[in-house]
């Protein structure tokens, strides 16, 4: 018997609204370097967040590919200053670390709708 598949997060409207809230989301998280948001989101943002940083990573490289990966990154973010901020500053930073580029911390709950809010940073 196949195993039952698994939903992803679901934050309401459609699935280009959810891909364009989480690359705002990411394009925030790059120019402020932290920010806060509910728990949910930054659950959902952490591997986003992590597979763009890592391809940016891969467009340091220099070779025949490097271009495609920092147009890949410019269509999704959307922004080119924070394309090339995450390509020409973040990324450097990550050279040698595998994984785990953010930090995510839990603040408790947000003053109107008691909502779970956390701290989303880059380490």
């Known amino acids: 018997m196949p195993a039952t598949p698994r939903r992803a ?5 459609s699935a280009a609204h959810q891909k364009l809230m989480m690359a705002n989301l990411a394009a925030s998280l790059f120019a402020a370097e932290a920010i806060e948001t509910t728990e ?4 959902a943002l952490r591997p986003i967040a992590e597979k763009l940083i890592t391809k940016a990573k891969k467009a340091q490289d220099g070779d025949a590919a490097s271009l495609h990966r920092i147009r890949q990154l410019q269509a999704y973010l959307g922004d080119k200053e924070m394309t090339h ?3 020409a ?6 050279a040698d670390r595998n994984g785990g580029y953010l930090r995510i911390l839990k603040l408790g709950p947000r003053q109107g709708d ?4 956390a701290r989303v940073e880059l380490v």
Not at 114 to 117: H, I, K, T
């Open 85 to 87: 901020k995450l390509v």
């Open 40 to 43: 949910a989101k930054a659950k």
């Open 114 to 117: 008691n909502a779970p809010m």
């Open 89 to 94: 500053d973040i990324a450097p930073r990550f």
């Open 9 to 13: 997060r679901n934050f309401g409207g």
